[in-house]
């Protein structure tokens, strides 16, 4: 058999973190099992669902490299289905109307309250033989009364449910759009959906869902409830534990990739393994060894990870998530050195792309002023001789390489018989603008001749008239 799972978000705003991991679980049990992963967005919420959402929850998915097989699909395409489903169940008794008004309802459930019942639908309707003239009704589903939903779940464990407890829920609003248990039921069938991955949140739904497929005759999928994502304090996660948008994440600087292996290990572990490459997450994830309790949010973790891929990531698939970063900074990498010679002697010094982005500006954007902190520490009266040194020196330099810009430094320092950092650091702040670089003779090197010198004399103009 083949394993079909699906991801299903509703497009009522962007892909948080939940949903994102609900979709890479999703995703690895299909790829891990030579499955198929199928993408439907589900929006029948007319008012709330926007394309804005759609396109963002597709653009999360692209970037997150979650690639689905089937998909996506839209459930407002699906209305004449629902409806057939609907008017089948009626037919077959397995459905009915209900004329009970807002009012009523509220006045059964109150009654319910004092008599310390679960408040529940009291099934009044369930056997009307004539309909109400005038009155808008819903459609119920006959819930069974007797027997009980066993619910196989690869998380939990078996989980039973008593019908008695049930009660005959709405599958059909009074203006005749379908509601969710029933939609999201036919879909599931249509699609050959085998294996259901979803939040915790909709344990409680599946007891419902079951008995409706039974009453279509068709097969129940498999489940996993995966418990929900905890900030902090202990509170479902939400924006202000800094619960944003998966693209926020991009933004913010980090790889996906890391964001996949930060996701994966929220409510699933392989020993005390912290890092996975993608193709180790397919081979390694079983859906049975997440955990059942919530899990916690913790950026500084989410932080650490990325860092890590970013040390560990070739200079060539940094760059190309870094391309986005650049444009923000008006960095044109084909106006300065080699864009992979750069990461490469960047990648161990930074936590995100934002940040490697903002590093390297100097190789590519000439600037008119210094950092004031490192200026006012490296430009004393005392670096004017070294740096007229390294000047005169560079300027009959043919051949341009780290070893031999290094070797002027050390000639520089000998001469002037001073420790290299007196040399060393001042020549740092004057090509780069600030007081912290990779090491200063790559650096130079990539930064290249022709900047190094007119930098060079921009710092002792700079010099000068500090002190005239």
């Known amino acids: 058999m083949t394993i079909r799972t699906r991801f299903a978000p509703s497009p009522t705003g ?8 609900t979709a890479l679980f999703s995703w690895l049990h299909a790829r891990k099992h030579g499955g198929k992963f199928v993408l439907r967005i589900e929006d029948t919420d007319r008012e709330r669902s926007t394309q804005e959402s759609v396109n963002a929850i597709l653009e999360s998915m692209t970037w997150l490299g979650l690639d689905f097989d089937e998909g996506p699909f839209y459930q407002t395409h699906h209305f004449d289905r629902y409806d057939e489903i609907i008017d089948k169940l009626l ?67 078996d989980v039973v449910f008593k019908n008695a407890e049930l009660d005959d829920l709405i599958i059909a609003r009074s203006d005749g759009t379908p509601t969710y248990n029933l939609t999201v039921v ?67 600087g980090y790889l996906p990739e890391a964001l996949l292996n930060y996701l994966v290990r929220l409510g699933w572990s392989m020993g005390d393994r912290e890092i996975f490459s993608v193709d180790e997450m397919i081979a390694l994830f079983d859906i049975k060894d997440v955990n059942k309790a919530p899990s916690t949010f913790n950026p500084e973790k989410l932080l650490w990870i990325n860092q890590e891929y970013i040390k560990a990531s070739t200079p060539a698939h940094i760059a190309r998530h870094l391309s986005f970063h650049l444009a923000n900074e008006n960095i044109d990498p084909t106006e300065g050195p080699d864009l992979h010679e750069v990461i490469k002697i960047h990648q161990e010094r930074v936590k995100t792309l934002v940040e490697l982005a903002q590093s390297i500006r100097y190789f590519y954007h000439d600037f008119d002023t210094f950092d004031e902190k490192a200026a006012k520490k490296n430009f004393k009266a005392a670096a004017v001789e070294p740096l007229k040194q390294l000047k005169a020196r560079y300027e009959t330099l043919e051949n341009w390489k780290a070893d031999e810009i290094h070797n002027v430094i050390i000639e520089v320092s000998a001469q002037l018989d001073v420790k290299m950092g007196k040399v060393a650091q001042p020549f740092r702040v004057a090509i780069t603008g600030g007081g912290v670089s990779p090491s200063i003779d790559i650096t130079a090197e990539l930064i290249g001749k022709a900047r190094v010198l007119r930098r060079l004399g921009m710092a002792l103009d700079f010099i000068a008239q500090k002190f005239a």
Do not use: T, W
């Not at 808008?136 to 464990?157: A, C, M, Q, T, W």
């Not at 996993?224 to 939400?238: E, Q």
């Open 186 to 252: 036919v879909d599931d069938m249509d699609m050959k959906v085998n294996f259901v991955i979803r939040g915790d949140d909709h344990l409680n739904n599946s007891p419902r869902q079951i008995n409706i497929l039974e009453a279509l005759g068709a097969e129940v999928p498999r489940y996993a409830h995966v418990p929900m994502i905890l900030g902090a304090d202990g509170k479902r996660l939400s924006k202000r534990h800094g619960a944003v948008s998966v693209m926020q994440y991009r933004d913010d």
């Open 14 to 21: 962007y892909l948080h973190i939940g949903g994102a991991r």
């Open 91 to 157: 037919h077959e008794g397995k459905a009915y109307r209900c004329y009970c008004s807002k009012e009523e309802l509220e006045a059964m459930r109150e009654q319910q309250r004092k008599n310390k019942e679960k408040p529940r639908y009291d099934g009044r309707c369930r056997d009307l033989v004539e309909p109400k003239e005038g009155v808008d009704s819903v459609i119920r589903f006959r819930n069974p009364i007797e027997g009980e939903v066993l619910v196989k779940d690869d998380v939990r464990g």
